[in-house]
């Protein structure tokens, strides 16, 4: 099982390809030239399990968990054999909320501490606010999520990128026809999907879930930890990059809409992330960003095998947070006697 088709190379067609040539495979991925940026390209890049659980599943929880303690050695190496400023920031996570807004602070630590049990106080600790962003005031308690960290996913993607066009083939071009060891009209020992969106015709209910983000720099501004915004109807998050340049974003619409960001979007993020640090205030935009997000009816993450053909698809609004342990997965298929079929998602 040694040549191996990837049609796709967003994070999850593209880590997989990074990950199948390291273990000395020989990788063909699909992807035409990118003049639009990709859903991948745009993500805020948070590896952020314990957030998500709030409206999320144990499954993606665990997955993103397991991903954590993969990507570390990911980005070393990716950055060891590209030179690209690579991290992996473990710094955690801050969750707050204006005093009006206190009963959505509470709701978010009951929903997690439901779903946590006996376990809460190891990934959601209570805290003053000040204590790990002195910078921040206005806010007095809060809750700390040590579990958490952020990458660049735009940097990380193009390193990958990068990678695989040295030690792979690159065909530059929609696949048109993508079958069981089949891709066109080349043969391969298997063949990943991993297409987004665009595979929308052949998973059943998959949708769009269109997202928004801001790029700010913000030379007044020093928050060295990912930031949530409690708000009874979106969550903000504030996840900041090197130079004092901060990722805003919050919104989600069930929608494949990819038109620009609208008006009263940029309105409530700018406001938000105002309201958070006043130095945004004199904060430069030097990206406004919308995309779509692959996602199922259940929002779950999705494999399905048949001999010859993977699928991997749903990542939703945790490509980055689920496709270490999602792809450490779906390639057991490829050493597996007994190839894993499955349905739907992949619990
Ligand atoms: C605003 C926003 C913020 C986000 N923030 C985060 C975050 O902080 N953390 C996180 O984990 N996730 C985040 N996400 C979600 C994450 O971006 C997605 O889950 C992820 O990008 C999905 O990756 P993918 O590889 O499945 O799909 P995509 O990135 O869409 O990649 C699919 C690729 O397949 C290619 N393709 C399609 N059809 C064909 C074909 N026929 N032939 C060849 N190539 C084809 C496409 O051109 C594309 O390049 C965010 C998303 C948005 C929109």
């Not at 967003?10 to 990709?38: D, H, N």
């Not at 690209?84 to 969750?95: E, I, K, N």
């Not at 009874?232 to 805003?248: C, E, K, M, Q």
Request: aromatic content about 8%; glycine content about 6%.
């Amino acid at each position: 099982m040694n040549q191996i088709a990837i049609v796709g190379a967003g994070i999850a067609g593209s880590l997989l390809a990074f990950q199948l040539i390291r273990q000395g495979k020989r990788v063909t991925i699909y992807q035409p030239e990118i003049t639009q940026k990709i859903c991948s390209q745009v993500a805020a890049g948070m590896l952020a399990p314990t957030s998500e659980l709030e409206q999320g599943s144990e499954q993606v929880f665990q997955l993103g968990l397991r991903s954590i303690q993969l990507w570390p050695e990911i980005i070393e190496t990716l950055k060891t054999e590209t030179g690209q400023p690579l991290y992996c920031d473990l710094a955690g996570t801050l969750v707050i909320s204006h005093s009006q807004d206190q009963a959505s602070l509470k709701q978010f630590y009951n929903s997690l501490s439901h779903k946590l049990g006996k376990d809460t106080q190891s990934f959601c600790q209570s805290m003053l606010i000040t204590e790990k962003e002195s910078e921040i005031n206005g806010f007095q308690h809060g809750y700390w999520l040590p579990h958490e960290a952020h990458i660049n996913a735009s940097l990380t993607l193009k390193a990958l990128h990068e990678y695989i066009q040295q030690n792979g083939e690159w065909i530059a071009t929609e696949a048109n026809c993508i079958e069981p060891n089949k891709v066109d009209d080349r043969k391969y020992d298997w063949v990943f999907d991993c297409r987004g969106l665009q595979a929308k015709k052949d998973i059943a209910k998959m949708h769009g879930v269109r997202g928004e983000r801001i790029l700010l720099h913000a030379p007044d501004v020093h928050i060295r930890h990912m930031i949530r915004l409690m708000h009874p109807r979106y969550r903000l998050y504030i996840v900041p990059r090197p130079d004092n340049h901060f990722i805003v974003g919050a919104t989600e619409i069930d929608s494949d809409d990819e038109s620009p960001i609208s008006v009263r979007s940029t309105l409530e993020l700018l406001t938000a992330a105002y309201s958070v640090h006043k130095g945004f205030a004199e904060a430069r935009i030097v990206d406004l960003s919308t995309q779509v997000r692959p996602a199922t009816w259940d929002r779950e993450p999705y494999i399905q095998s048949k001999t010859g053909l993977t699928r991997i698809n749903g990542l939703y609004r945790h490509g980055y947070l689920l496709a270490p342990a999602l792809l450490e997965q779906a390639t057991r298929v490829l050493s597996s006697e007994h190839f894993v079929i499955e349905t739907g998602a992949i619990s």
